[in-house]
């Protein structure tokens, strides 16, 4: 499959899939209408005005022609009448976002009238078994608290990242499925998560890692990791991520705070670093993941970094906070997440 010019009529055999237009509008419409607990959840209720504005919505970095705003209709003879044939699904597909081995979801949903019948996991099977070719995941959001949405995208396979997303003050739980062949992803089989603190051995590599990237003294992380060793709480933390060939390729840290005057704002992130020829690959998300779910075990509920960084974190789920002064006088972003892991 060529993901530039997606053929679009390869993503079902069950349907025909077509891109939709504004001509389309009102047949996305009175789907949308027939699907009152979803707007419930998330409102306001669907329009014209709202669609035709998902239809061209495109997320910061995005390519035009890597968004497919897709109907699923249902495959008949062509009719004397000219009418076109049910639109069973709706679904907005996003290539290549937020890494080149992702693509998302951004919104699916199936007429009311056929729901129960399975067909939304079929035409989600369809889309994985399309994609898995070339992409190692498919990701997307639900709100939190529907209960109707989990049960179909867990049944679905697809798990929680342990990333909220808060949009318009609604909680999105953040969930993805992996796709990808066994030779072309399985981060947990090619890369290893590893926490120093429960392998002290690590420290002198680690901290000479983190020195050569950031150059802060060396000594200023050999004393955060070995300080970690006596701690309970998980702050210090430190994690790194070896290859198959046991070189450390990314990791980071949590401390109280990280250079900067706002002590209120703890704990934070730090020293993110993946090695140049291993990213765009999800490692730094999955390592991020990783550490806000080690802090939510600690009963720890928010984390907080700094970067100059403008979009990188906000697709990975986080917020921002605000601007603030670093020990230097200098002014930096600041951005939050909640650690809360969705069960």
């Not at 055999?13 to 939709?20: A, I, N, P, S």
């Not at 607990?37 to 409102?43: A, E, G, N, T």
């Not at 004393?223 to 060793?229: F, H, K, N, Q």
């Not at 993110?272 to 765009?280: G, L, S």
Request: charged content about 25%; hydrophobic content about 40%; overall charge negative.
């Amino acid at each position: 499959m060529d993901i530039k010019r997606m053929d679009i009529m390869r993503l079902s055999d069950q349907y025909t899939v077509e891109v939709l237009s504004d001509r389309d509008i009102p047949a996305v419409l009175k789907l949308s209408e027939s699907n009152p607990q979803y707007f419930h959840y998330f409102p306001p209720a669907a329009s014209t005005e709202s669609i035709k504005a998902d239809m061209q919505e495109l997320p910061d970095g995005i390519r035009r022609e890597d968004k497919y705003y897709l109907g699923f209709r249902e495959k008949s003879e062509k009719s004397i009448s000219n009418l076109s044939p049910k639109l069973v699904a709706v679904m907005d597909l996003i290539l290549k976002y937020p890494d080149d081995k992702t693509a998302v979801i951004g919104f699916f949903m199936v007429d009311a009238s056929l729901q129960g019948k399975g067909i939304g996991s079929s035409i989600v099977d369809e889309i994985c078994s399309c994609l898995k070719s070339q992409f190692d995941f498919i990701r997307l959001g639900y709100v939190r608290g529907n209960l109707q949405a989990e049960n179909f995208w867990l049944k679905n396979e697809f798990k929680p990242t342990g990333t909220i997303k808060k949009i318009a003050g609604i909680d999105l739980v953040v969930a993805q499925r992996r796709i990808g062949s066994t030779s072309s992803l399985s981060f947990e089989n090619k890369y290893r998560i590893l926490d120093v603190q429960q392998r002290p051995n690590l420290i002198e590599a680690a901290a000479n890692w983190f020195h050569e990237k950031w150059e802060v003294p060396l000594q200023a992380y050999m004393d955060s990791m070995e300080g970690s060793l006596a701690s309970d709480t998980g702050v210090p933390a430190w994690y790194i991520v070896k290859d198959e060939s046991d070189n450390i390729i990314a990791g980071l840290g949590i401390i109280e705070k990280d250079f900067h005057k706002r002590s209120d704002l703890t704990p934070n992130i730090c020293a993110v670093y993946v090695e140049a020829k291993y990213r765009k690959h999800g490692i730094a998300l999955m390592l991020i993941n990783h550490a806000c779910v080690e802090l939510a075990k600690k009963g720890i509920a928010d984390a907080y970094l700094i970067t100059i960084h403008t979009e990188f974190y906000e697709r990975c789920g986080w917020d921002f906070y605000e601007m603030i002064e670093e020990d230097d006088g200098n002014m930096i972003r600041c951005y939050h997440r909640r650690t809360d892991w969705p069960v």
